[in-house]
C-alpha cells in the first residue's frame, strides 16, 4: 500500500466500541505445554493490523483460524481510537483509516504498540491499558501523509516515517502525549523504521535506499541528519525497488530484515550487503511482502502479502508461517501487517 489511499474506507464498519480492550492474557503457551492445531509449543501471539474493522489485534496462537464474531476468545487484546476520548483531539473518525503498522516495544519497563494509519493516525499506546504514551494527525492538510510506521527512540522520542511526502519526522514525544515539535529529513517513499541502540543510528528504508540517521540536539529539541545511504537490490529491471518493511532479525544482532516489491531480504550490517542466506529463503522471499519478522525460540517466521478478491488490493485474510510451513486465518479479515508479539 504505498499509494494515499480513497476516502471511501471512512465508511468500513467498526467491530466493538473502539477503545483499547484487555482480553484473556498474552502469555503464549509455555514450552513444555502442547500447542493445538499444530502450532509449535511456545509460538507468540500474532499481532496485526485489521484494516476491514479498523483495529490492531492481539490473537491466539493456538488457533489456526480466527473468527472474532463467533469465537471472542480469539482476541487476546485488541485497540482502536474509535470512541476513546483519550485520542479524540487525534479525529480518528476521519485519521485512524487503514492502519498501516502495529508493533510492540518494551520502554522504561513497559510495553507500548506503536500503531500508524494511513490517513495521519499516530500513536504509542500502552500496553494493556491502551492508555496514551504520545500522539499525534498527520492530516491531509499537511504536505505529509500516509504515516506508514514508527519508532520510540531510548529518550523517548518517536519517528514517523510518512511515504506520502517523503519525510522522516523526529517528534519529541518524550515532552508529553500531545508534543508538536519536530525534526525532519527528506526520505522518498519512506515506509520503514528501525532504531539501531549499538550504533545509535535510526534505520529508515525508502523506495531505492536504505539509510541511516543521526540523532542529534536534545529530547525537547531534536535533530535529524542523514549520516550513510545504501541502495537497495535492483529486482524488477525498470523498476524502483520499493522498499517497504524493515525489522530487526530477532536473535541475530546486526541484521534486519528488508522486503521490496520483488523480494526479502536481511541486510547484514557488519558486510554491509544484501543477503539471502537465512533458513527457509526460497518460500519467505517472494513479491510484495507486507511484513516478516522472526521469533528466535521456535524459529518460525511469520509474513503477509495480498490476496486478491477482497475489498482492497493490499488485503489478505491470511498470515504465513515458515519453518515449519503453516498459515492463520482470519474471517472477513482485511489484514496488512502481522508480527509476532515479542516486546524488544
Not at 471472542?72 to 483531539?89: I, M, N
Not at 528504508?205 to 541502495?231: H, I, K, N, Y
Request: aromatic share 8%; with cysteine.
Amino acid at each position: 500500500m504505498t499509494a494515499t489511499p480513497s476516502r471511501r474506507a471512512v465508511l468500513l464498519g467498526v467491530a466493538g466500541a473502539g477503545a483499547a480492550a484487555a482480553l484473556p492474557g498474552l502469555a503464549a503457551a509455555p514450552a513444555s505445554a502442547a500447542a493445538g492445531g499444530g502450532v509449535p509449543a511456545g509460538t507468540p501471539p500474532v499481532l496485526l493490523t485489521e484494516q476491514a474493522t479498523r483495529r490492531v489485534l492481539v490473537l491466539d496462537p493456538r488457533r489456526r483460524t480466527w473468527d472474532p464474531a463467533v469465537d471472542p476468545s480469539v482476541v487476546r487484546w485488541q485497540f482502536s481510537p474509535l470512541g476513546d476520548r483519550r485520542y479524540a483531539d487525534l479525529s480518528p473518525d476521519v485519521s485512524w483509516v487503514y492502519p498501516s503498522e502495529a508493533k510492540v516495544r518494551r520502554h522504561r519497563k513497559r510495553n507500548y504498540v506503536l500503531t500508524t494509519a494511513s490517513f495521519g493516525f499516530v500513536a504509542v499506546v500502552e500496553h494493556p491499558t491502551g492508555r496514551r504514551y504520545w500522539g499525534t494527525a498527520i492530516g491531509p492538510g499537511d504536505d505529509l501523509f500516509n504515516p506508514h510506521t514508527a519508532e520510540i527512540l531510548p529518550d523517548g522520542n518517536v519517528a514517523v516515517a510518512c511515504s506520502t511526502g517523503a519525510r522522516v519526522r523526529l517528534y519529541a514525544a518524550s515532552q508529553g502525549p500531545r508534543a508538536t515539535r519536530y525534526a525532519e529529513a527528506e526520505l522518498k517513499g519512506a515506509h520503514g523504521l528501525h532504531w539501531d541502540g549499538a550504533r545509535r543510528v535510526l534505520w529508515a528504508l525508502g523506495d531505492d535506499e536504505l539509510v541511516t540517521f543521526a540523532v542529534g540536539g536534545t529530547a525537547a529539541r531534536p535533530t535529524l541528519a542523514r549520516r550513510s545511504t545504501l541502495p537497495l537490490p535492483v529486482g524488477t529491471p525498470g523498476r524502483t525497488p520499493g522498499g517497504h518493511d524493515l525489522f530487526p532479525v530477532a536473535g541475530r544482532p546486526g541484521r534486519l530484515w528488508v522486503t521490496t516489491n520483488a523480494a526479502v531480504f536481511q541486510y547484514d550490517m557488519r558486510g554491509g550487503t544484501f543477503v539471502q542466506d537465512f533458513a527457509g529463503h526460497e518460500v519467505i522471499s517472494r513479491k510484495s511482502v507486507k511484513a516478516v519478522g522472526n521469533d528466535p525460540r521456535t524459529g518460525q517466521v511469520v509474513s503477509t502479502v495480498p490476496e486478491g478478491g477482497l475489498g482492497e488490493t493490499w488485503w489478505t485474510t491470511t498470515v504465513s508461517v515458515h519453518r515449519p510451513a503453516g498459515s492463520y486465518k482470519l474471517v472477513n479479515g482485511g489484514i496488512y501487517k502481522a508480527r509476532w508479539w515479542l516486546p524488544a
